[in-house]
């Protein structure tokens, strides 16, 4: 095969096929899941694969099985090309299908309002769009003679009644199943049902009796109740361990045994305060939950838009655009913005990842970098394919010295940046613990030369301080509670 596999690679994927192919694969971020996965079903012989996994590591999978298994094709899955390999899956024929969590919500219709815009609901720290109607429903696998059904990002079906955790788990009946996740649990012990039950549905079958075999169980007072009912919730193991020492095939290795040989990661914590116009608006914000930007009030009474805006403000000064939405101009004032010309004015020659939670502040930052002199692109949602790749690729090359990037547009999938980069800046943080010890793990993986310098710039005096404490401090309650 021309495939060198390292001892503890060699190992997992030998414990998996020896398991007949049926096994959570617990690995550490750059510890090779996706080479591993694609070998234990070679190895097995499996010829109609399905793959459920994030969109933007299809390439990754592409890429793996064309090395490993070529003889197969590799097709996506989606809505437009549904019709045409349905009719050859159920046929059983020979094929290797990637599709996107996405597609099991289907393809819907979203409500409109009167402006013809879509209506908007809070979820979280985001507004996301109300649906009216499903268009086309995805795929039902138990009708597809799958022999394989790999689930990369498997802590993604958590939520055990969303449609697409219903639609990975028609899958369940393929001989051999793969879930992959360097956090299987996510951050709630009680999402990692949905996984153990599509793994082994005979011994994990119903959520209620195991929730209550293995985790703290307690009322929920606030709960909206009906009649004399009472609504349960669920917080941690009653026993640390006890749930991963059930689970039959638990496949998992240390970033010691994974990541050993590999120089290491220096963090910076650089602090910096807000500029006056920057400290003035945040004030407003905090104290009146409103803030005049130039001639224009804006309102954030909501305890979500408030949260929102302050957040914005500590990236930069935020404006008001023709529209009345709050933007930030490519000129705006910011602390953060200026630090980071200031620490990369020492590292001349290095290539950089920028990372940032928002979307908005990505054209100021890429205006700061241009006009020092780095050939500056941008990694964002809702980028096409194309263009995605051909900046990853030109940044791989050289030819590109500067990525700045939403962390939940690059935090997955995105393979081959530690051969460019050993530099990394952190404007703020992703809500999602999950999303930034993913993107952390883009620089600080296999491959990787040189130590990792990576700069987190903090506003002192604000929410953010407080919520990078809340971040570090459920990291270390998930990974020292022995499951993740």
Not at 94 to 105: D, F
Not at 248 to 262: A, I, N, S
């Amino acid at each position: 095969m021309g495939w060198k596999w390292r001892a503890y690679q060699e190992e997992v994927i030998s414990e998996a096929v020896e398991s007949g192919g049926r096994a959570l694969m617990a690995m550490p971020l750059g510890s090779g899941k996706t080479a591993m996965a694609v070998e234990v079903v070679r190895r097995l012989g499996a010829r109609v694969i399905m793959i459920t996994a994030p969109v933007n590591t299809f390439g990754g999978w592409r890429r793996h099985f064309a090395e490993l298994m070529p003889e197969l094709p590799f097709y996506e899955l989606n809505a437009k090309t549904q019709d045409g390999l349905a009719p050859l899956l159920k046929a059983g024929e020979p094929m290797v299908v990637c599709t996107g969590w996405e597609y099991g919500r289907g393809v819907v219709r979203y409500k409109k309002g009167p402006d013809g815009k879509r209506l908007m609901i809070p979820k979280g720290t985001k507004q996301v769009p109300v649906v009216d109607k499903v268009i086309r429903e995805p795929l039902d696998w138990s009708k597809v003679p799958l022999d394989a059904a790999i689930i990369d990002e498997s802590a993604r079906m958590g939520n055990r009644k969303a449609s697409q955790t219903a639609v990975v788990h028609t899958a369940k009946g393929a001989a051999i199943k793969l879930c992959l996740s360097a956090t299987p649990a996510g951050n709630k012990m009680e999402n990692l049902w949905s996984t153990l039950h599509f793994l082994w549905p005979e011994r994990y079958k119903y959520f209620s009796p195991w929730a209550d075999l293995y985790l703290n169980k307690y009322e929920d007072k606030d709960a909206t109740r009906y009649s004399d009912s009472r609504v349960f919730k669920y917080d941690g193991e009653k026993v640390p361990g006890r749930v991963r020492d059930s689970i039959p095939v638990y496949l998992k290795r240390t970033e010691e045994e994974v990541h050993g040989e590999l120089p290491g990661v220096v963090t910076h914590k650089v602090e910096v305060d807000l500029t006056p116009a920057q400290r003035r608006i945040y004030r407003q914000f905090e104290e009146e939950a409103l803030a005049w930007l130039g001639d224009n009030p804006v309102a954030a009474g909501v305890p979500i838009t408030k949260m929102i805006r302050l957040r914005e403000t500590i990236l930069a000064v935020p404006s008001v655009d023709e529209n009345g939405s709050v933007v930030f101009k490519s000129n705006a004032k910011s602390a953060k913005i200026d630090m980071m010309s200031d620490i990369l004015t020492d590292l001349p020659d290095e290539q950089v990842v920028v990372w940032t939670h928002s979307r908005k502040i990505v054209p100021a930052v890429l205006e700061q970098l241009r006009k020092d002199g780095y050939v500056a692109e941008p990694v964002i949602g809702g980028q096409s394919k194309k263009v995605r790749e051909a900046t990853l690729a030109g940044f791989k090359a050289g030819e590109i010295d500067a990525i700045v990037a939403t962390i939940p547009a690059l935090s997955e999938g995105a393979d081959g940046l530690q051969d460019a980069a050993a530099v990394e800046v952190w404007l703020s943080h992703d809500e999602s613990l999950m999303l930034n010890v993913q993107a952390r793990g883009r620089l600080f993986r296999p491959g990787q030369t040189k130590v990792v310098n990576r700069f987190v710039i903090v506003a002192r005096d604000t929410i953010e301080t407080r919520q990078l404490g809340r971040l570090k401090t459920t990291e270390l309650k998930l990974t020292e509670g022995g499951m993740l």
